[in-house]
């Protein structure tokens, strides 16, 4: 789509080109910003010539890169000590979205845009991802991507705020895991995201995403009960009717999802195997 409004652009290489002037915009993959018409939008600030590595690994975990983009997370290969990373290509499918807008679109944009269906945002509440965030005054904020997010659409970015990257531990990426998602269509967005992981300690963690209206986090020191943990996915709060599915159909089918995670990390066959599609 033309973005109609746009008088000018450029290429953010330091800091100091990220003071954002009125009307101007951050922008990377710009997959959702040319979706449709931005008319308070005068400007874009394209953060692609900063020069952020894609991905770092390290012995504490895992940096990626805000312009990292969905397609290079997706084929990255890990350490073979790091068995979550499958979640990576789960998650990046559970975004309704070709191999056009994988190469596109990148991690932090996904973030950011904060829908409750945001593939990126599942695999960092998956993981305990940690979001990294540059303030206008040079300083950096953190805070766990599940916080990160408010509600369906919004974040607790402030005005010149740029999400640098994220941050993930690596005893999440050490994790066992399990991944479940469903949708109204075949190929439809994600009307509910499961993701389960149980540590090297044994602390157990199940994430609700797509299905409510910001992240859900259950903790437990190991492997719930099937009674606790639909009682807890019961108990939750934010669910959320649209087009594409119901408030009661995203609770009923989350808590279907979480006991078919919670029995797969038990280390038995999920029922009915992974989450499909419901016509």
């Known amino acids: 789509m033309d973005l109609e409004t746009i008088t000018r652009y450029r290429l953010a290489r330091s ?3 990220l003071r954002l002037a009125d009307g101007e915009a951050f922008v990377a993959g710009a997959t959702w910003m040319f979706s449709e018409p931005q008319p308070e939008v005068t400007g874009l600030v394209d953060l692609t010539a900063m020069g952020w590595p894609a991905i770092e690994a390290s012995d504490a975990g895992l940096r990626i890169g805000a312009t990292c983009t969905i397609a290079a997370l997706a084929d990255w290969r890990a350490p073979a000590e790091w068995t979550a990373v499958p979640l990576f290509r789960q998650c990046a499918d559970a975004l309704l979205a070709s191999f056009k807008v994988w190469n596109q679109a990148t991690v932090g944009g996904n973030v950011c845009r904060s829908f409750a269906a945001g593939a990126m945002v599942s695999l960092a509440v998956a993981l305990d ?3 990294v965030v540059w303030t206008p005054d040079g300083g950096e ?3 766990p991507v599940a916080e990160f997010v408010t509600g369906n659409g919004t974040n607790v970015l402030e005005s010149g705020e740029v999400l640098r990257a994220v941050d993930l531990p690596v005893h999440a990426l050490r994790a066992r895991t399990a991944f479940r998602k469903v949708a109204l269509a075949e190929l439809g967005r994600s009307g509910a995201v499961v993701t389960g992981r149980v540590d090297e300690d044994d ?3 199940f994430g609700i ?3 409510t209206l910001r992240p859900v986090v259950l903790r437990y ?5 099937a009674e606790e943990l639909a009682a807890d996915v019961a108990a939750a709060s934010g669910w959320y009717s649209d087009p594409l599915g119901s408030a009661d159909w995203r609770q009923a089918v ?3 999802l979480a006991e078919e995670v919670r029995v797969e990390l038990r280390g038995a066959a999920a029922p009915g195997g992974p989450g499909v599609a419901v016509a």
């Open 129 to 131: 991802g940690v979001a």
């Open 15 to 17: 800091r100091d080109d």
């Open 209 to 211: 995403t797509a299905a």
């Open 141 to 143: 904020r953190r805070l």
């Open 221 to 225: 020191a190991a492997l719930p009960s």
């Open 254 to 256: 989350a808590g279907v």
């Open 203 to 205: 602390a157990a963690v």
